[in-house]
């Protein structure tokens, strides 16, 4: 799945300087290191696009599809858990080795593609993911079939880590902001199709379907991408391994600790934890010193680039309340059919997709931060208008309040990642788009524990009307969190 202040053309001389001098120190050229791209909005030329620019980023899309594409796993989970004959808890263990996976990698693998070249790194992992979507498929028992996860996730990590930068390469940097939302509305599809596809294919093959039908996605993509951006020259740059080994170790820790926390008590989480700011600050020390480091941190110096990347792990924390608890709300309350239950529910999907390319065209006119502003009031806005619900709501206002929450994280969504990639220079591409995803993945593994832990200090009693109420106040807390965190996002702020 924010502000950096004054970022791009909108930096004070302060910024400026900040970012400046570490890569001055170090003897690298700050023209080539550090020269950031400006703010969507201050671009007056809107070129035209190469030609077979098209076709490329349809393969593109139909490539980086592969991984929102892993919602229909979800669907699976009943018939996975019937078919080892396990308990409903260890299905977890399927999206735990996935996610955790992918995301203690991404940002090591976006450092690899701004070393190596993005396109290389992203045919690697459909190539990966090819053979990793077969054996998950082929698995003979359920311990097979974490491990295969574990496979599966790296190639996620390749994929994805990648898929932002080349992408927006596609485009000339005038055109920045459409490219972001062109991205976005790829993500949010795969997402909503997700399971929709896993329906049908559970119903008709089982639960290897799941897998395996994304194998000949991914590997119609891999022969069939021509004409991508090529690799920087080389300047024997070297890639910085134990900046990448104490980023995976702390974020492996940090996630499994979040995890933990909801699951078991007892010093396993404290552990956990410790272990990961420990690693965490280990690595900032030494990425401070790297010569070149995986990550910039001297972007984080800037207190409104911070506090954006803070809000981003909220708003997906928040709004991770819709998949985890609006499901158990139909269940209870919704007389309709399954399949109507599941249309109900992509409604916030679809619009978000369809709100994305409108996202990067107002991106391309106003600060991206108002933008950002506007997405939040309207995630906001929505959360809580789902905790407004009764038992008797009918189908058109959940769908249209869902709606508005996905109308809101398509603006936010698309109007982060802008910030993010004008940030960052073009040379760390890679980094800048896996940064952006991992606040999501970060957001939504805190959503899953905290989310739960709040439903249940809320809930009075373990009845229909004891479920509503915290339901509803759930959803009306988030939607107030979520709304009141704009005071975070500089919007008022214009490019000096």
């Not at 410790?274 to 480091?293: G, H, Y």
């Not at 960052?424 to 905290?450: H, M, N, W, Y």
Request: net charge positive; proline share 5%; glycine share 10%.
């Amino acid at each position: 799945m924010c502000s950096a202040g004054k970022i791009g053309n909108q930096l004070t001389a302060m910024s400026a300087a900040t970012v400046w001098w570490p890569a001055a120190r170090r003897g690298i050229s700050t023209s080539e290191s550090t020269a950031l791209p400006p703010a969507a909005h201050d671009i007056a030329e809107r070129q035209t696009l190469a030609p077979g620019h098209g076709s490329r980023l349809v393969m593109l899309g139909l490539g980086m599809s592969v991984v929102p594409l892993d919602t229909a796993v979800n669907i699976a989970f009943p018939d996975i858990t019937g078919s080892f004959g396990l308990p409903i808890s260890m299905i977890q263990w399927v999206v735990i080795c996935y996610v955790l996976t992918y995301a203690a990698l991404m940002l090591a693998f976006g450092r690899i593609g701004d070393i190596a070249g993005h396109a290389r790194v992203f045919r690697a992992g459909l190539g990966w993911s090819v053979v990793a979507f077969l054996l998950c498929a082929a698995s003979p028992s359920f311990g097979w079939l974490l491990f295969c996860r574990f496979l599966q996730g790296i190639g996620a990590g390749l994929v994805i880590s990648c898929a932002p930068a080349l992408v927006t390469g596609l485009y000339p940097e005038a055109r920045r902001a459409h490219a972001i939302g062109v991205f976005t509305l790829i993500f949010a599809l795969g997402s909503a199709l997700g399971p929709l596809i896993g329906g049908a294919m559970v119903a008709r093959w089982g639960w290897p379907a799941v897998f395996w039908f994304r194998a000949p996605i991914a590997l119609a993509s891999l022969l069939s991408l021509r004409g991508l951006p090529p690799p920087r020259a080389s300047t024997g740059e070297r890639f910085d391994v134990l900046g990448a080994l104490l980023l995976a170790v702390g974020l492996t820790a940090l996630l499994f600790g979040i995890n933990a926390a909801s699951r078991v008590g007892g010093i396993e989480p404290a552990a956990l934890l410790a272990a990961a700011v420990a690693s965490l600050a280990l690595f900032v020390w030494w990425e401070r010193r790297a010569a070149r480091p995986v990550v910039r941190i001297e972007m984080f110096r800037d207190i409104g680039f911070t506090a954006v990347n803070l809000v981003t792990v909220l708003m997906y924390l928040a709004t991770f309340s819709v998949l985890l608890f609006v499901p158990y709300f139909f269940a209870r309350f919704a007389l309709m059919p399954l399949p109507m239950a599941g249309a109900v529910l992509a409604v916030g999907s679809a619009t978000m997709a369809l709100a994305a390319p409108g996202a990067g065209w107002l991106i391309a006119r106003v600060a991206a931060e108002r933008v950002a502003a506007l997405g939040l009031l309207t995630v906001g806005g929505g959360l809580f208008l789902i905790g407004l619900w009764g038992a008797e709501v009918s189908p058109a206002v959940m769908m249209a309040t869902l709606a508005v929450q996905g109308l809101g994280v398509g603006l936010f969504q698309t109007a982060y990642m802008d910030i993010v990639m004008r940030s960052s220079p073009v040379s760390d591409r890679g980094v800048a788009g896996s940064l952006a995803i991992l606040t999501r993945t970060i957001g939504t593994v805190t959503g899953a524990a905290l989310l739960t832990l709040l439903f249940h200090v809320v809930q009075a009693a373990d009845t229909a009307a004891g479920f509503l109420d915290a339901f509803r106040a759930v959803f009306r807390l988030v939607g107030i969190a979520v709304a009141v965190s704009v005071v975070a996002i500089p919007w008022w702020r214009r490019a000096g």
